[in-house]
């Protein structure tokens, strides 16, 4: 069974930094590329990042370039979102999400989501 | 405002048909691109429901079916039941912003 557990998330000052971790089984890790997607409070669904099953390639929204950097740990089955310079306009339920469609990036949806981690800004 | 524009809101009798629009551009759903759509229900997580512009995961009721034209997309629900309430979203790529992009959502009430 596929499984995917957030954790990490919390208050943090704006400006501040937050690093969230995506812990999976049930699948063959390193032959997918893994997602963060996020729903603030209200709003809809936004795509955050994405990276390679292999790592080499990442992929970000324009709002998070050059704050957030996505990585992973092939070897311990774990995907994380390293949140830098962090904004009111940042607060939101950070989801993981697996690809459906195994060597492929960015095509076919996410089939599998984690239950969500809160990230809230705020002094 | 998302790239790929729904309706904020759709509604319909239990029983009845219901679509939902996605409407993109050239540089995404009308370059070609794949899209899928994604229910969400409230406390609980999305779920992807059409993959591929048409096709369904395993479990997802044939009730539910996708097509695409042009730069537009489209949900199609038939026999709506109440638990058919929920937010509804279509995702796709965009060579533009080279990354994915969600629609703004549209929200499905059961009369």
């Known amino acids: 069974e596929v499984q995917l557990v957030e954790s990490g998330g919390g208050l943090v000052q704006p400006g501040g930094s937050l690093r969230l971790s995506c812990a999976a089984s049930?699948?063959?890790?390193?032959?997918?590329?893994m997602n963060w997607v996020r729903q603030a409070p209200g709003k809809g669904l936004e795509w955050v990042s994405t990276?390679?099953?292999?790592?080499?390639?990442?992929y970000y929204a324009d709002s998070v370039k050059g704050r957030f950097t996505i990585s992973r740990d092939n070897s311990n089955h774990t995907l994380y979102l390293q949140m830098n310079s962090l904004r009111a306009e940042d607060a939101a339920v950070y989801y993981c999400?697996?690809?459906?469609?195994?060597?492929?990036?960015?095509?076919?949806?996410?089939?599998?989501w984690g239950q969500g981690t809160l990230v809230t800004v705020s002094s | 405002q998302s790239v790929l524009t729904q309706p904020p809101s759709v509604s319909g009798a239990p029983g009845q048909r219901v679509t939902i629009s996605c409407t993109g551009s050239?540089?995404?759903?009308?370059?070609?691109?794949?899209v899928q759509w994604y229910q969400h229900l409230p406390g609980t997580v999305p779920k992807l429901l059409i993959y591929?512009?048409?096709n369904r995961p395993s479990g997802v009721p044939d009730r539910f079916s996708g097509s695409k034209s042009g730069t537009s997309a489209s949900l199609a629900i038939t026999g709506l039941q109440v638990v058919d309430e929920a937010d509804y979203y279509c995702?796709?790529?965009?060579?533009?912003?080279?990354?994915?992009?969600f629609g703004g959502g549209t929200k499905l009430t059961v009369l």
């Open positions: 999400a697996k690809d459906l469609i195994p060597g492929i990036t960015m095509v076919g949806g996410l089939d599998y």
């Open positions: 995702q796709t790529y965009d060579s533009s912003l080279s990354g994915s992009v």
């Open positions: 050239s540089s995404n759903i009308g370059a070609g691109f794949d």
């Open positions: 591929g512009n048409y």
């Open positions: 990276i390679s099953g292999g790592g080499g390639s990442t």
């Open positions: 049930g699948f063959t890790f390193n032959s997918y590329a």
